[in-house]
C-alpha cells in the first residue's frame, strides 16, 4: 500500500512538471497580470519587494467579495496552525470557485503543513494549470520534490521560479543548498 502511495505522489508530481514545463503556452493571466509580472522579473532590488507585493495581491482577487474572504479566512488559519480550519475554509473556496488559481494553491500550503502531501500535489497540479506563472505555486513544488528525494527536479522548478521571480528568496536559498550538496550545478 505504502509503494502504491508513493509512486500515486511520483505520478501526481510528473503531471504537475509536465504542466509547469508546458504551462506558458497556457497561461491566461490579464494583461495587467502580465505586466506587473514583467515589472518583477526587471525589478532591482529595492523595488522587488513592492512588484511581489504587486502581483500577489492580483492573483489573491476572485472576483467576488465572498470568496476573497474564505481566502483571508483560510490564510488566517494557516498562520496559527489550524490546518484543519484552514483546509475547511479553502475547500469552500475550491468548491465554489474551481477556477480561482490562488484558492489551490493556498491550500496545497495548508496540506503539506498538515502532511498530507498528496492532496498537497494535487491541489499545486490545478493551481498550476490555471496559472502556470505562480511562482510561489512552483516553489512548493520543488519543496515537495526535495522532500521525495528528487533534488535535480526540484534544482529545475527553484530555476522556474527564479526567472519569474529573481528575487525569490526561499528559492535562491532552496537552490544554494542543493548546489552545496551538488545538485543542481552547472559544469
Not at 98 to 116: M, N, S, V
Amino acid at each position: 500500500m505504502l509503494i502504491k502511495i508513493v509512486n500515486l505522489k511520483h505520478t501526481v508530481a510528473a503531471l504537475g512538471l509536465s504542466l509547469l514545463l508546458c504551462g506558458p503556452a497556457f497561461a491566461q493571466q490579464s494583461p495587467k497580470v502580465a505586466e506587473l509580472l514583467e515589472t518583477l522579473r526587471t525589478a532591482t532590488p529595492e523595488q522587488a519587494q513592492a512588484a511581489e507585493r504587486d502581483v500577489e495581491r492580483a492573483w489573491s482577487r476572485s472576483g467576488s467579495a465572498a470568496m476573497d474572504l474564505l481566502l483571508k479566512r483560510g490564510r488566517d488559519a494557516l498562520a496559527v496552525g489550524e490546518f484543519t480550519v484552514a483546509i475547511d475554509h479553502l475547500t469552500a473556496l475550491t468548491d465554489h470557485a474551481p477556477d480561482f488559481a490562488e484558492g489551490y494553491h493556498a491550500r496545497a500550503t495548508a496540506y503539506f503543513r498538515a502532511e498530507l502531501y498528496g492532496p498537497a500535489l494535487d491541489d499545486l497540479e490545478t493551481a498550476l494549470a490555471l496559472n502556470p506563472d505562480n511562482y510561489n505555486a512552483i516553489f512548493g513544488l520543488g519543496v515537495l520534490f526535495e522532500e521525495f528525494g528528487e533534488e535535480r527536479r526540484a534544482a529545475e522548478l527553484f530555476r522556474r521560479v527564479l526567472a519569474l521571480n529573481p528575487h525569490h528568496e526561499n528559492a535562491s536559498k532552496a537552490l544554494e543548498q542543493l548546489k552545496k550538496s551538488g545538485i543542481g550545478r552547472t559544469l
